[in-house]
């Protein structure tokens, strides 16, 4: 069964960093583009980065950019999302997903999709 499986969220005050993990199993991620949504109390679903098959390049919604980095290792067919200088806005359950065509923040364009790890902010 295909299934990406993200960690590495938690608990953060204001300023603070998180990193979270994509892992694959039964995929082999750099065949596929990945991305990295997030939904919040409220709030629809929400593109944040990407990152190419390949791996050269990455895009991120404007309220990200600057503090967020999507990395990929293929070593370790993993994703990784660094995010810095974390805000209270950033609060919200983080998905991974993975999609064999056109790098999109839209979700509809994904075809696998991990079960979410929670990120919590705090003032």
């Known amino acids: 069964q295909v299934q990406p499986v993200e960690s590495g969220g938690g608990s953060v005050q204001t300023g603070g960093s998180l990193r979270l993990s994509c892992a694959a199993e039964g995929l082999t991620f750099a065949r596929y583009a990945i991305g990295w949504f997030r939904q919040s109390p409220g709030k629809a679903r929400e593109g944040v980065a990407y990152?190419?098959?390949?791996?050269?390049?990455?895009r991120y919604v404007d309220s990200v950019k600057g503090r967020f980095t999507t990395t990929r290792d293929a070593a370790t067919n993993t994703v990784d999302l660094q995010m810095d200088s974390i805000t209270p806005d950033d609060t919200g359950v983080y998905y991974c997903?993975?999609?064999?065509?056109?790098?999109?923040?839209?979700?509809?364009?994904?075809?696998?999709w991990g079960r979410g790890t929670p990120v919590n902010v705090s003032s």
């Open positions: 990152k190419t098959t390949a791996g050269e390049n990455a």
């Open positions: 997903a993975a999609t064999k065509g056109p790098c999109s923040l839209d979700a509809n364009r994904y075809t696998y």
